[in-house]
């Protein structure tokens, strides 16, 4: 497949393969070097902060003002050492998600998804990993989680686009999780209430490694 232009290729416009996923592994560190350094970091709202626990707006307007919230999303999921990252995570009202996630084989997947859904999948096409998750906005605490170890998340990408990404293990679960956020759900909702205290007393005790906003 030729590559595309430098224009397409730093605005999150990406290829997509015979069966219309997009192709979300070429360029990825470009890409998300050129994101991050037109963005400023923001600090991570944390469990508890009100954003965090309703359904985000959907997005309407693809300007430049949703272009400069995905630069700052991605300039804040590297100082956080996040692999996804969702907006109302930095407090803003809206369903859009960054990712710059390996999957289990080790490949990089970098892009953007607006107004996600994931899709229902047959249970033949999917079994469930049940390994540990964590959350920035649960910092320090972890987890076993049960979840689909392949993914489908239909959407847009910041320019309007319709989208169809896909993922698998590692990839899979952030995809997830990232949508998870967005309809008001953290990780720590699925959990039983036992696992959810747990959590909750790991997030107590640690200390996070990046700059949170304070719950009043």
């Known amino acids: 497949m030729a590559q595309q232009d430098t224009e397409q290729q730093y605005t999150g416009v990406l290829p997509v393969d015979d069966e219309g996923f997009v192709v979300d592994t070429e360029d990825c560190e470009e890409r998300e070097t050129a994101y991050r350094e037109r963005g400023s970091v923001r600090p991570v709202t944390v469990v508890g902060n009100p954003v965090l626990h309703k359904e985000c707006r959907d997005v ?3 300007d430049a003002e949703l272009a400069s919230l995905v630069d700052d999303m991605f300039a804040s999921q590297r100082a956080a050492e996040g692999v996804g990252l969702a907006a ?3 407090g803003v009202d809206l369903k859009v998600f960054v990712y710059d996630c390996p999957d289990d084989d080790g490949a ?5 998804i607006c107004n996600p859904v ?3 999948l047959p ?3 999917r079994s469930l990993d049940e390994s540990n998750e964590g959350c920035l906005s649960v910092p320090t605490a972890y987890a076993p989680l049960a979840r689909p170890d392949y993914a489908v998340v239909t959407g847009r990408d910041e320019r309007g686009n319709e989208i169809r990404v896909r993922g698998t293990g590692y990839f899979a679960r ?3 999780h990232e949508t998870d956020h ?4 953290l990780y720590i909702d699925r959990l039983s209430k036992r696992e ?5 007393r790991q997030m107590e005790e640690g200390t996070p490694r990046y700059e949170t906003v304070p719950n009043s």
């Open 174 to 176: 952030c995809l997830q």
């Open 123 to 125: 249970a033949g096409d």
């Open 60 to 62: 309407t307007e693809f």
């Open 108 to 112: 990089r997947h970098t892009g953007v």
């Open 182 to 185: 967005l309809y008001g759900y």
């Open 196 to 200: 959810r205290k747990d959590a909750l």
């Open 88 to 90: 109302n995570q930095i």
């Open 118 to 120: 994931l899709e229902e």
